[in-house]
T-cell receptor, first 114, second 114 residues
Framework: DGGITQSPKYLFRKEGQNVTLSCEQN?????MYWYRQDPGQGLRLIYY???????QKGDIAEGYSVSREKKESFPLTVTSAQKNPTAFYLC?????????????FGEGSRLTVL | AQSVTQPDIHITVSEGASLELRCNYS??????LFWYVQSPGQGLQLLLK??????LVQGIKGFEAEFKRSQSSFNLRKPSVHWSDAAEYFC????????????FGAGTILRVKS
């Protein structure tokens, strides 16, 4: 079945460490996104990528980095510069049809900083 | 700036009762509108979407929503709520003029009393 796979589902990190969250899709979608979810704040866009080897900052990109070397993959690195990284992270993808497409989401990764 | 407001953080309804979740948006363009549902610790699932045409749209699980341009609203409704509808609901808005990105509301948590 086609879908979006995020790993790991749960991740614990010590302060000062970088961690990388994986996002893989087999939907043949062009665009991929990373959102951060905090209670009561909805989803906030971190980074997005419309095509391979290109990506743009979202609303809260500071302390995060991404790469898009393959169409199927869009990993997110949470760096030590992110001051409050504990959150639920969601990856999504879409294949715009006629200029817009529905977002499909992964199951999420929960990061906790100890 | 584009924004989405879901005025109700929590809503509690009795099983079998009707439901309306409110969503208001502020966009300087023709919007695309979505409602997503999220169970705890899971990703988001699309309930319905509005791109153009009939302003009353039908979705999955018996949900519907009505786009009212004059009120900048896209409220979600269900005539009879089931216990399995308990979840968090997110309204999201996008527009071609702002790129292929969605802005999400803060969410409404629905509790269902038996």
């Amino acid at each position: 079945d086609g879908g979006i796979t995020q790993s790991p589902k749960y991740l614990f990190r010590k302060e000062g460490q970088n961690v990388t969250l994986s996002c893989e899709q087999n939907l043949n979608h062009d665009a991929m996104y990373w959102y951060r979810q905090d209670p009561g704040q909805g989803l906030r866009l971190i980074y997005y990528s419309q095509i391979v080897n290109d990506f743009q900052k979202g609303d809260i990109a500071e302390g995060y980095s991404v790469s898009r070397e393959k169409k199927e993959s869009f990993p997110l690195t949470v760096t030590s510069a992110q001051k409050n990284p504990t959150a639920f992270y969601l990856c999504a993808s879409t294949k715009p049809t006629g200029g817009w497409g529905e977002l499909f989401f992964g199951e999420g990764s929960r990061l906790t900083v100890l | 700036a584009q924004s989405v407001t879901q005025p109700d953080i929590h809503i509690t309804v009795s099983e079998g009762a009707s439901l309306e979740l409110r969503c208001n948006y502020s966009y300087g363009a023709t919007p695309y509108l979505f409602w997503y549902v999220q169970s705890p610790g899971q990703g988001l699932q699309l309930l319905l979407k509005y791109f153009s045409g009939d302003t009353l749209v039908q979705g999955i699980k018996g949900f519907e929503a009505e786009f009212k341009r004059s009120q900048s609203s896209f409220n979600l409704r269900k005539p009879s709520v089931h216990w399995s509808d308990a979840a968090e609901y997110f309204c999201a808005v996008g527009a071609m003029e702002y790129g292929n990105k969605l802005v999400f509301g803060a969410g409404t948590i629905l509790r269902v009393k038996s």
